[in-house]
């Protein structure tokens, strides 16, 4: 009965992650169209969800001495860096592709792990990464020599890329006996990755008198305020918090599964919000990247199965939530 309940409750919250940090983009989205550079955006996210966090990160300080390359790198790369490749990508193509586009991050990290690595991944995972890439060139239209603005593409290309570092970062920072409390890595994170972000983007020469006024979400002027205030507070410190607490209630690979909804999220959210619609190709390349990281993600390692003798109780791994 209990752990029904948790496996429940585990569910509802990686649910309502997904939907959180898929309407980061469409909240996004207007912010930049109204006159604020994308990396003015990526910094009010990170440094606003930093400030809510800071009595999180002042708790685990205790980290800086014991993790300092873990949070560097998480800050760095898995912060910065996927927030920053996706803000600047939804600034030239619209935001369903950029997600989806990004969403070849679990493909990118099976190669990680067989080339890299050099460890073995299964058939399955294999097919997973096929049906990814073969989607996503259907999302971009391969055919009449790419659809939308190649830099843009390439930018959401740069934020999968970081966001195998996230995943490597938090299994690497997982291991062991004294592995550290990920809400920790999350707090230090986005504090390490607001500085990071201070010195590149620059915020005193930013236009603030946009968040003054107001900003077109579709055919609506919202305030500038608000939407700032989704992304911050829902999209960034809700989606982060609400993901790990579902991951310490569901299996990795149950939560990794629900996360791929979020591409579905953010994907809806800007064809009614923003009139951002996709053609019947591109929704069909969609539905095949998102099979493709379903199969990748829950695909078991190669050469596990019941036969396999184990000499001890394995160690629980549990990965932070996926970024956008």
């Given amino acids: 009965m209990h752990v029904s309940q948790g496996r429940n409750a585990g569910l509802g919250l990686a649910l309502g992650s ?21 990396l003015h955006v990526v910094w009010l996210r990170v440094a606003g969800a930093a400030l809510v966090m800071l009595p999180v990160a002042w708790r685990h300080r205790a980290l800086v001495l014991r993790r300092p390359g873990l949070l560097l790198g998480f800050g760095l790369l898995s912060v910065a860096g996927v927030q920053t490749f996706y803000f600047a990508a939804i ?21 990680w792990v067989r080339f890299v690595q050099r460890k073995p991944v299964t058939r399955a995972a294999a097919a997973g990464v096929v049906l ?18 190649a830099l843009g593409l390439l ?9 195998v570092s996230y995943f490597v970062l938090a299994d690497h920072g997982s291991e062991g006996d004294d592995a550290p409390d990920p809400v920790g890595v999350i707090a230090y994170g ?39 205030g989704w992304v911050v507070l ?36 800007a064809w009614v919000l923003l009139g951002e619609h996709l053609a019947l190709p591109q929704i069909v390349g969609g539905v095949l990247v998102l099979a493709g990281a379903f199969v990748a993600q829950t695909a078991k390692p190669a050469g596990s199965g019941p036969a396999a003798p184990s000499p001890g109780p394995d160690p629980v791994v549990e990965p932070l939530p996926e970024p956008v």
């Fill in 18 to 38: 997904a939907f959180a940090f898929g309407g980061s983009g469409v909240a996004a989205k207007p912010l930049i169209e109204a006159g604020l550079d994308p």
């Fill in 91 to 111: 600034s030239r193509i619209p935001v369903g592709v950029a997600i989806l586009v990004e969403f070849l991050g679990p493909a990118l990290l099976l190669g």
């Fill in 234 to 269: 829902v999209s960034t410190v809700v989606a982060y918090l609400t993901g790990v607490l579902a991951v310490r209630r569901l299996s990795p690979q149950v939560a990794g599964v629900v996360a791929c909804l979020e591409a579905v999220v953010g994907t809806v959210f």
């Fill in 155 to 163: 930018l959401a290309f740069g934020a999968a890329i970081c966001q």
């Fill in 190 to 228: 986005l504090l390490l990755g607001a500085i990071a972000l201070t010195a590149v983007s620059r915020p005193w020469g930013m236009a603030w008198s946009v968040l003054a006024g107001k900003a077109a979400l579709g055919d609506r002027d919202v305030p500038a305020l608000l939407l700032l």
């Fill in 132 to 149: 990814a890439v073969g989607g996503m060139a259907s999302v971009v239209e391969v055919w009449s020599g790419l659809a939308f603005d």
